[in-house]
């Protein structure tokens, strides 16, 4: 078996053929109009597309590169993550979800809740979700968690959840296919959102669900066309062609984030300091035993004394934008208690480690915080 930064190379691509591009441009056609009855696949636009279907082969194989896994793509995450739930649920049921997941969750909660399904929290870390789990239908979770950066072993809660009879979704966003496998660990879904690291240039909006079960794929299939939650088939060709880079990103960042967190374990100034490739970190044995070798994300977190502080580092930075999301070639960081969705401090900063030399970014980092000391 090749590793997978060769698969990620021609993952979902048709056989090369002479004077064609290797991956055929976006199929933009809303419908095919073709003589006599429609054949095939392919008959309306927002129930699939050739674009889709090579991505959706590529991601699936990534996913699960021992056994593909039925990949359904997305308009964005929230559209996969909502895919999901709302294909799966059904009122009287219950879910467990994070309580430090990322921040529109609580606005998810509140949906389900209309539909009178029970929804129950719990923290990431710490296994706390086994003591809400009898009864649920789903578990949700998200590992590394999205700003904190906690990790919970899918292992263990996907035979827990199972042993009740509850089906286990796992949010790959942060770690990437190339990351974590949530499959390989037993979750019946990995879903994620795309925008993110996969296709890692921030301008891309996209989502995915994959599990090897044919008929959860379905129904998420089904969602998709009743509500219309479809990618545009050109996100999703810039998609595809982002994935060849993947490894080279993904190894990229996580040699940069480690780098970062090191240099930022000798700063007096900086708390609560995570980043799960770092030794130190409390998730790093788990994150070591169920993440792929040396790619342990993007993201850095840590806080800084208060909100003022954290502006003058913001401020002080030249080669790191001030911007929200994470999983870009640029680096970004922010100040996220500016949103007010996450239980964070104000000084909580999220560093999002893009693909500069690590040496430039940590230099551009301590100067930064040098300025910010005042
Ligand atoms: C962990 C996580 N999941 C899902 C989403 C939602 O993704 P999208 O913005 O593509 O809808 C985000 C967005 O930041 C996220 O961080």
Known sequence: MTG???????????????????????VFAAHYHLPGEAAGPYTYG?????????????????????DPAHTVAFASGMAAISAVLFSHLRTGDAVVLPA?????????????ESYGIEVRTAPTAGDAQLGVLDGARLLWIETPANPGLDVCDIRRLADAAHARGALVAVDNTLATPLGQR?????????????????????????????????????????????VGAIPGPMESWLAHRSLATLALRVRQQAAGALALATALSERPEVTGLRHPGLPADPAHALAVRQMLPGRFGCVVSFALPDRAHAERFLTALTLVDNATSFGGVRSTAERRARWGGDAVPEGFIRFSVGVEDPEDLVADVVAALDAALG
Not at 186 to 194: Q, R, W
């Open 100 to 112: 430090d997941g990322y921040q529109l969750l609580p606005a998810v909660r509140t949906r389900l």
């Open 182 to 226: 949530p499959l390989d660990l037993g979750a019946d879904f990995s879903v994620a959102s795309g925008t993110k690291a996969l296709t890692g240039h921030g301008d891309v909006l996209l989502g995915y669900v994959s599990t090897r079960d044919a008929a959860q794929a379905d129904a998420v299939r089904l969602w998709r066309k009743t």
């Open 46 to 66: 927002r129930d699939t597309n050739p674009t889709w279907t090579r991505l959706e082969a590529a991601i699936g194989e990534l996913e699960s590169p021992d």
């Open 4 to 26: 997978d930064g060769t698969r990620a190379v021609r993952a979902g691509l048709p056989e090369p053929e002479a004077c064609e591009a290797a991956l055929p441009g976006p």
